[in-house]
């Protein structure tokens, strides 16, 4: 591993096999410390008070919906970021996820991890044939062992999943039936401060119950290819959606950040993965 690439060739064998792989050391220490303190601050809860954990209702929501503070767009467009999404992709013309971030506290007695279990982030039928791949990825800012609410997935499922779609009996939930028949298949991967998990989408995949002292804290980020040049019209509003600071996941809600926040410099590669400039 060297450099912006942080994938070796095994790296990369693995990630065909297994449909997942861990990027080492993508981002550096000192900026998983500056993201965990604006996610915990976000989500105004103490890292070195327990009883702040748990004060989010519902009780067992893991996700916070912090988009634009300075320290995430840091960590979309750190050049290992890239590298490691190039990497996968075979390609450097990318667009970033407007995606969030998570706090998965351990369990107690009044708190149980709600998920989320197995699951896809997509539907069914949009599950990609085996010769393509869409990709997700979640950024660890604290070390994360396994039994510390880690990311979970079933490795290799994406080279049998359709053919497994195809044996499920007439009117089976796909949903329900992986989670009844491979839930026990599901290997949580950990990962120290600043390693990057990208796995394949059509994994079954999510987090998993924490059993340790410390909360895992994530950031959620994925990178796609740029197929074509954006229009002006979807440049205005990827500008727009940056500078008023609005929320992610097609939300695009004028909500805590866009009151109190303020609007993240961009680096010249974070204004072509937000597809402000041309690749």
Not at 188 to 193: L, M, N, R, S
Not at 237 to 254: C, M
């Amino acid at each position: 591993m060297t450099g912006n690439l942080p994938l070796s060739e095994e790296d990369l064998r693995f990630w065909k096999e297994n449909g997942y792989v861990v990027a080492r050391q993508v981002i550096p220490i000192e900026n998983c410390r500056a993201t965990e303190r604006a996610i915990w601050e976000f989500a105004g809860m103490d890292p070195d008070d327990p009883e702040t954990w748990y004060l989010d209702p519902p009780v067992g929501n893991i996700m916070k919906e912090i988009y634009q503070h300075q320290a995430l767009w840091d960590n979309r467009q750190h050049p290992r970021m890239h590298g490691a999404f190039s990497q996968i992709w075979g390609t450097e013309k990318l667009s970033v996820s407007r995606d969030r971030a998570s706090i998965n506290p351990p369990e107690r007695p009044g708190y149980e991890f709600k998920g989320p279990w197995l699951h896809w982030d997509l539907r069914i039928e949009e599950i990609p044939p085996l010769e393509k791949i869409g990709v997700q990825g979640i950024l660890y800012l604290t070390d994360t062992a396994a039994n510390q609410g880690a990311f979970s997935c079933v490795p290799g499922f994406h080279l049998k999943v359709h053919e497994w779609l195809r044996s499920l009996p007439e009117g089976a939930d796909p949903r329900e039936a992986v989670r009844e028949e491979f839930g026990d298949q599901a290997v949580a991967i950990e990962g120290g401060a600043g390693d990057l998990v990208i796995w394949h989408t059509a994994l079954p995949h999510g987090s998993s119950p924490n059993s340790a002292q410390v909360p895992r804290i994530g950031q959620y980020i994925t990178m796609s290819p740029v197929r074509r040049e954006p229009s002006e019209e979807s440049r205005a509003e990827s500008e727009r959606w940056w500078r008023e600071r609005r929320t992610g996941l097609g939300k695009n809600e004028k909500a805590q950040e866009h009151r109190e926040g303020t609007t993240a410099t961009l680096t010249p590669l974070g204004r072509k993965l937000l597809g402000v400039d041309s690749w």
